[in-house]
Protein backbone atom coordinates (compact mmCIF):
# COMPACT_ATOMS: atom_id res chain seq x y z
CA UNK A 1 0.00 0.00 0.00
CA UNK A 2 1.03 3.83 -1.30
CA UNK A 3 2.41 5.46 2.23
CA UNK A 4 2.11 9.10 2.13
CA UNK A 5 4.67 11.46 3.87
CA UNK A 6 3.24 14.30 6.09
CA UNK A 7 5.12 17.57 7.13
CA UNK A 8 4.95 16.41 10.85
CA UNK A 9 6.97 13.08 9.70
CA UNK A 10 3.43 11.45 10.29
CA UNK A 11 3.63 8.85 7.51
CA UNK A 12 -0.04 7.97 6.11
CA UNK A 13 -1.71 5.64 3.37
CA UNK A 14 -3.47 6.70 0.57
CA UNK A 15 -6.28 4.59 2.11
CA UNK A 16 -6.28 6.86 5.01
CA UNK A 17 -6.30 10.10 3.10
CA UNK A 18 -9.22 8.63 1.32
CA UNK A 19 -11.65 7.70 4.58
CA UNK A 20 -10.34 11.48 5.92
CA UNK A 21 -11.94 12.69 2.20
CA UNK A 22 -14.88 10.32 2.87
CA UNK A 23 -15.46 12.00 6.47
CA UNK A 24 -15.37 15.51 4.59
CA UNK A 25 -17.95 14.25 2.07
CA UNK A 26 -20.37 13.23 4.48
CA UNK A 27 -19.84 16.38 6.42
CA UNK A 28 -20.30 18.24 3.27
CA UNK A 29 -23.39 16.47 2.36
CA UNK A 30 -25.02 17.01 5.89
CA UNK A 31 -24.51 20.37 4.86
CA UNK A 32 -25.92 20.54 1.19
CA UNK A 33 -29.15 19.11 2.80
CA UNK A 34 -29.71 22.09 5.05
CA UNK A 35 -29.19 24.32 1.96
CA UNK A 36 -31.84 25.83 -0.16
CA UNK A 37 -32.03 24.37 -3.52
CA UNK A 38 -31.28 27.37 -5.50
CA UNK A 39 -27.57 27.14 -3.33
CA UNK A 40 -26.90 23.72 -3.42
CA UNK A 41 -24.86 23.67 -6.55
CA UNK A 42 -22.51 26.83 -4.50
CA UNK A 43 -21.52 24.62 -1.91
CA UNK A 44 -17.70 24.20 -1.87
CA UNK A 45 -15.24 21.86 -0.24
CA UNK A 46 -11.80 23.63 0.01
CA UNK A 47 -8.84 21.03 1.39
CA UNK A 48 -5.46 22.03 2.50
CA UNK A 49 -2.36 19.18 1.64
CA UNK A 50 0.59 19.14 4.47
CA UNK A 51 3.18 21.63 4.21
CA UNK A 52 5.67 21.21 1.06
CA UNK A 53 3.07 18.63 -0.33
CA UNK A 54 3.28 21.22 -3.66
CA UNK A 55 6.79 19.75 -4.74
CA UNK A 56 5.40 16.61 -4.69
CA UNK A 57 4.05 14.53 -7.68
CA UNK A 58 2.03 12.14 -5.32
CA UNK A 59 0.65 14.93 -3.90
CA UNK A 60 -0.39 16.69 -7.10
CA UNK A 61 -1.93 13.85 -8.57
CA UNK A 62 -3.87 13.09 -5.41
CA UNK A 63 -5.47 16.85 -5.47
CA UNK A 64 -5.95 16.37 -8.95
CA UNK A 65 -8.44 13.19 -8.55
CA UNK A 66 -9.84 14.80 -5.76
CA UNK A 67 -10.81 17.84 -7.78
CA UNK A 68 -12.02 15.68 -10.57
CA UNK A 69 -14.45 14.19 -8.39
CA UNK A 70 -17.36 16.61 -8.25
CA UNK A 71 -20.04 14.44 -6.13
CA UNK A 72 -21.45 16.09 -2.63
CA UNK A 73 -19.59 19.42 -3.71
CA UNK A 74 -16.99 21.05 -5.60
CA UNK A 75 -13.74 20.45 -4.09
CA UNK A 76 -10.92 22.40 -4.18
CA UNK A 77 -7.09 21.33 -3.04
CA UNK A 78 -4.22 24.00 -1.35
CA UNK A 79 -0.95 22.46 -1.83
CA UNK A 80 1.02 24.72 0.34
CA UNK A 81 4.82 25.39 -0.17
CA UNK A 82 7.37 24.26 2.36
CA UNK A 83 9.27 27.60 2.24
CA UNK A 84 7.16 30.24 4.07
CA UNK A 85 8.22 33.15 1.51
CA UNK A 86 5.99 31.49 -1.12
CA UNK A 87 3.07 31.28 0.69
CA UNK A 88 1.51 34.30 -0.53
CA UNK A 89 2.22 33.97 -3.78
CA UNK A 90 0.77 29.76 -3.74
CA UNK A 91 -2.31 31.40 -1.43
CA UNK A 92 -2.95 33.78 -4.47
CA UNK A 93 -2.72 31.21 -6.99
CA UNK A 94 -5.39 29.25 -5.19
CA UNK A 95 -7.68 31.53 -4.90
CA UNK A 96 -7.57 32.83 -8.08
CA UNK A 97 -8.81 29.29 -8.97
CA UNK A 98 -11.83 29.78 -6.99
CA UNK A 99 -15.12 31.69 -6.62
CA UNK A 100 -13.39 33.80 -4.70
CA UNK A 101 -11.08 35.31 -7.57
CA UNK A 102 -10.97 39.14 -8.63
CA UNK A 103 -10.60 38.88 -12.24
CA UNK A 104 -11.68 42.69 -11.99
CA UNK A 105 -9.22 44.07 -9.57
CA UNK A 106 -7.40 47.13 -11.35
CA UNK A 107 -3.94 46.44 -11.46
CA UNK A 108 -1.00 49.34 -11.85
CA UNK A 109 -2.75 53.14 -12.64
CA UNK A 110 -5.33 51.55 -15.00
CA UNK A 111 -8.66 53.08 -14.99
CA UNK A 112 -10.49 49.88 -16.09
CA UNK A 113 -9.29 46.42 -15.06
CA UNK A 114 -8.00 44.17 -18.16
CA UNK A 115 -10.08 41.19 -18.09
CA UNK A 116 -8.63 39.93 -21.30
CA UNK A 117 -6.34 36.75 -20.87
CA UNK A 118 -4.35 37.60 -24.02
CA UNK A 119 -3.06 40.92 -22.35
CA UNK A 120 -1.75 39.01 -19.93
CA UNK A 121 0.30 36.77 -21.74
CA UNK A 122 0.98 39.75 -24.44
CA UNK A 123 2.57 41.25 -21.56
CA UNK A 124 5.37 38.75 -21.19
CA UNK A 125 5.81 37.87 -25.26
CA UNK A 126 6.66 40.72 -26.85
CA UNK A 127 6.22 39.09 -29.68
CA UNK A 128 2.93 38.27 -29.23
CA UNK A 129 2.48 42.03 -28.31
CA UNK A 130 3.79 42.57 -31.41
CA UNK A 131 1.40 40.33 -33.56
CA UNK A 132 -1.67 41.97 -31.38
CA UNK A 133 -0.66 45.64 -32.43
CA UNK A 134 -0.58 43.74 -36.16
CA UNK A 135 -3.70 42.88 -35.82
CA UNK A 136 -5.16 46.54 -34.60
CA UNK A 137 -2.73 48.14 -37.50
CA UNK A 138 -4.54 45.50 -40.29
CA UNK A 139 -7.82 47.10 -39.44
CA UNK A 140 -6.43 50.74 -39.91
CA UNK A 141 -4.84 49.80 -42.77
CA UNK A 142 -6.49 46.77 -45.26
CA UNK A 143 -3.89 47.39 -48.15
CA UNK A 144 -1.38 45.46 -46.13
CA UNK A 145 -2.14 41.76 -45.90
CA UNK A 146 -2.08 40.71 -41.91
CA UNK A 147 -0.01 37.02 -43.15
CA UNK A 148 2.29 39.44 -44.74
CA UNK A 149 2.32 42.39 -41.05
CA UNK A 150 2.51 39.26 -38.83
CA UNK A 151 5.08 37.33 -40.77
CA UNK A 152 7.21 40.83 -40.60
CA UNK A 153 6.53 40.91 -37.29
CA UNK A 154 8.00 37.73 -36.60
CA UNK A 155 11.63 38.38 -38.46
CA UNK A 156 11.80 41.79 -36.69
CA UNK A 157 11.15 39.70 -33.47
CA UNK A 158 13.83 37.15 -34.80
CA UNK A 159 16.93 39.71 -35.38
CA UNK A 160 16.08 41.39 -31.72
CA UNK A 161 16.81 37.72 -30.26
Known amino acids: MQSLSLHSGENVSLAQVYQRLANY ?9 WLPANFKS ?3 LFLVGPKGSNAKDEWRG ?4 IERDESVCR ?3 WLPPEELREVDSSVSA ?3 RTFLARPWQLSGNSQTPDLSPL ?30 RL ?3 WKNSQGKA
Open 25 to 33: HRHAAVCLS
Open 62 to 65: IAAR
Open 42 to 44: DLN
Open 119 to 148: NKLSAEDPVLMSWLAALEKSEEDPGVSLVD
Open 75 to 77: KMV
Open 94 to 96: FLD
Open 151 to 153: IQE
